[in-house]
């Protein structure tokens, strides 16, 4: 079975009572005027390196626990990628787009932006040019939506299975 866009957003409507953050984080990779190899050579690398600044991510909050109990310590993490298609604005790099939850309470959104630029710039090599919200009550489904617009253009690869992280168990802290 195919995923569809209607597939993917269902299991993000799901996910969203545990979302709590929405976070966008830009690249150094631009597919304007590549062809498909180049994009596919740089959507296979940053998904890379986005793994590096996960994994970065997911020790920062937890420590060597993530790795030990990754279904209850690793974070809720959803990431979706923007700017995989040759696209008319040379200013758009390939990014992405963050649904996070799980996360120890007593952050602040400014602590979380600190610790993934941390990850995503210093460990992971990436553009600093990130962007956190809180999603409010009435503009969740919007962001849900958001982050998954390319695959309504046939894009269904935009949701990057591989370094997504989906606990069981959410914790309480």
Not at 5 to 22: A, G, N, P, W
Request: charged share 25%; aromatic share 12%.
């Amino acid at each position: 079975m195919k995923a569809t866009v209607e597939d993917i957003r269902d299991f993000l409507d799901k996910q969203s009572q545990h979302i709590t953050h929405y976070l966008v984080a830009h690249s150094y990779y631009f597919a304007y005027h590549k062809d498909a190899v180049s994009i596919e050579r740089m959507t296979f690398n940053l998904r890379k390196d986005f793994r590096h600044a996960r994994n970065c991510f997911n020790k920062e909050l937890y420590g060597n626990g993530a790795r030990r109990k990754p279904q209850l310590l690793q974070p809720l993490l959803i990431p979706t990628i923007e700017g995989t298609k040759e696209i008319a604005n040379p200013q758009i790099s390939i990014h992405y787009n963050i649904y996070l939850g799980n996360l120890p309470k007593i952050l602040t959104t400014e602590d979380i932006k600190t610790l993934w630029t941390y990850c995503w710039v210093d460990k992971a090599k990436q553009k600093n040019d990130i962007y956190i919200t809180e999603p409010v009550a009435n503009t969740q489904s919007h962001l849900l939506h958001y982050g998954t617009k390319e695959a309504q253009f046939g894009n269904l690869s935009c949701w990057d299975f591989e370094n997504t992280q989906i606990p069981l168990q959410r914790t309480k802290h």
